[in-house]
């Protein structure tokens, strides 16, 4: 069974619009949310509807497309988009590209406007296309090296939600992990509940249901006895930001599984397209953390689980040292080991992508 579009432009008439499969919601309802104007998209993005690092690039370039369609002011709504978020770098990179698509096509030379109808709009829709189909294109890409890394009867760990409701395509470290159960190398996947907000129980163990994997869940405090009994052979995940020296932002627990995997001689391998490498960033020390809400902890399910007005410690993601990355899975190939040097040359890749 397909897992529906998590993102999906909508043209006029019914649109200009960006409709999104409400991640909140799943897996209770599939229910769609139509986002007619920016702070709709920025609202959405903020409570986690849409989600995940590509995607949330896409969001970003689509958003801008929308207010450029809208006729809005186009450098006021990507600012509002580009800060969403502020860790999936992902998010601005979207924003960016489709802000220069618009710019260019408004000013042409910079200084005498473009006639015609919104051809500002029409190249920030471009540009967001051309995001969406290249993260495709790195999903597909990602799976095919990463298999490479899998072993024969492989029981995998993966953390957070990577598939296709985090991407375009099958996504990132969910995109090896379908590649290796097609091969028939995948035993087990074990799906980390991924708290405070469950992406693993509520999205991945979906998604693993929808594609026929067997896999379990485990509450994330379960993964170092699960290891200890050697049940784990690798551990896959994917990354919000991947910097310069290698250290790797992804979701608030990625960290402690790496310090675990080390420990149990696991190899711990994180899958991102080059899009999530920002070479602009020097080091882990650099990588902004979103905090989110004390609710997200004192609430669950609608429940108050803490005394109201509890104080709460809620990073959203943890930064994990080069040192306990064993690889870095890219559209590019394999990274081994992860080092400045190692990653230095995406820089240029990424150049070449974001003008073509
Ligand atoms: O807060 P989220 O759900 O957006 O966090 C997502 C993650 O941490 C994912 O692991 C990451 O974006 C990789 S997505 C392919």
Request: aromatic residues 4%.
């Amino acid at each position: 069974m397909s897992v529906p579009a998590a993102l999906r432009w909508v043209e006029p008439p019914a649109g200009p619009a960006v409709e999104l499969l409400d991640q909140t919601r799943l897996p209770a309802a599939e229910e769609f949310l139509t986002c007619t104007d920016v702070p709709q998209l920025v609202a959405a993005i903020g409570r986690l509807a849409v989600r995940g690092a590509p995607l949330l690039g896409m969001a970003g370039a689509y958003g801008v497309a929308l207010a450029a369609f809208r006729a809005d002011d186009v450098e006021a709504a990507a600012a509002a988009i580009a800060a969403a978020r502020p860790t999936a770098v992902n998010l601005a990179v979207g924003v960016n590209r489709a802000l220069t698509a618009w710019r260019a096509a408004e000013l042409g030379d910079g200084a005498t406007p473009r006639q015609g109808a919104a051809p500002g709009a029409s190249a920030a829709l471009a540009e967001a296309r051309s995001i969406a189909a290249q993260e495709a294109e790195s999903s597909a890409a990602m799976a095919r090296h990463g298999l490479a890394l899998v072993p024969d009867g492989a029981r995998v760990l993966t953390h957070c939600n990577t598939g296709s409701l985090a991407t375009a395509g099958e996504g990132t470290a969910f995109a090896v992990i379908r590649a290796a159960h097609r091969a028939g190398k995948l035993t087990r996947l074990w799906i980390d509940e991924t708290r405070p907000l469950l992406q693993g129980a509520r999205l991945t163990a979906w998604e693993a249901g929808r594609s026929g994997i067997p896999h379990s869940l485990l509450a994330d405090g379960a993964a170092a006895s699960l290891m200890a009994s050697g049940q784990v052979d690798l551990v896959l995940t994917g990354a919000d930001r991947i910097a310069a020296d290698g250290s790797v932002a992804n979701k608030i627990g990625t960290y402690g599984l790496a310090v675990l995997a080390r420990h149990h001689r696991v190899p711990f391998v994180v899958v991102a397209p080059a899009s999530t490498v920002d070479l602009g960033t020097p080091d882990g020390a650099a990588i902004p953390v979103e905090h989110r809400p004390a609710a997200e902890l004192a609430i669950v399910a609608g429940q108050q689980v803490a005394p109201s007005g509890t104080e709460a410690y809620n990073p959203a993601f943890d930064v994990t040292p080069p040192s306990l990355v064993t690889a870095i899975v890219t559209e590019r190939g394999v990274i081994q080991p992860v080092t400045p040097g190692s990653l230095r040359d995406l820089g240029a890749y990424m150049s070449l992508r974001t003008a073509s």
